[in-house]
């Protein structure tokens, strides 16, 4: 029976050094997980110094510049009602879907593989990634995240899933990174508001300037605003005319160019021009003149994010 038991012995200390070691791990990455969301809910005021230093211990270098990145998926394949009766399909569905979860942060870390990329994820649908960057190139920085982008995708595909990747501008510091953070998770919120149909796989803050500004500005100044705009008598009528919006909009998104205007629209020339001409006989403002149109389009953006 001894070296039954000797191997017995082997055996159970084998599995112990394997549960110690993956306690370890997840004690670590729960460390992680924390240490990141201090970050993004601004717990570091009391000693900057000491909270770097504790970084520095979980392996990150937090001298390097990093900017907010936050993967957010939409709709996923509910075809498990169709494969389960309806008494149990909230709980399959549920349990698929955290296993789901679990696979796409599987690809997230492939994908985002340098060990001082900080990912960290909640459990819900948002996947944050505090991007180490490695160049100051701003057009060189939008090609690496083109690159990652469309691998994710690819390793996503059987997914069944849509996502939209947010990326917000750099910013000094820690307080710096949470700006950033939050100029990601706001981009995506804007996209969510004004935007219909296909959502971009990757968007950037800073191509949303106005946007954000004008998310950030009070109804009320918004209100004064419009007020001012649509100051001409019956002007507010223009807001109820879905055709002269939509040709509005395509006017401004093809550079004030009435060819691509129509061609997007899929009308004549003719068309545009008449539309164009309504709206300046509702409103008084001009969408030839530069200054008109810059209120014309500042209107419709405020009207869109709000």
Known sequence: ??????????????????????????????????????????????STGTFLAKGEVLGYNMALPRIALVIKI?????????????????????????????????????????PQHMISYTGTNNYVILFALKEDDTETIKERLSKIVKDFRNKVERESIRFCVGVGSYYAGLTGLRKSYKEAVKVLQILETKGKGQLPQIVYARDFSLEMMLAATPKEVINVYRSHVLAKKGAEAFLNDAKLINTLKAYFSSNLNISKTAKELSITRNTVAARLEKIKNLTGLDPYVFNDSVKLKVLLTALDVK
């Not at 599995?15 to 201090?38: C, G, H, K, V």
């Open 1 to 46: 029976m001894r070296p039954f038991g000797q191997l017995l012995k082997i055996s159970v200390e084998a599995m112990l050094r394997q549960f110690f070691l993956s306690e370890q791990l997840r004690m670590e990455q729960n460390a992680r997980e924390l240490y990141i969301s201090d970050i993004l809910n601004g717990n570091f005021q009391e």
């Open 74 to 114: 939409y709709n996923s394949d509910w075809s498990v009602i169709q494969t389960y009766g309806k008494m149990e399909a909230e709980h399959n569905i549920e349990l698929m879907e955290q296993e789901k979860r679990l696979r796409i942060l599987h690809c997230v870390k492939q994908v985002f593989s340098d």
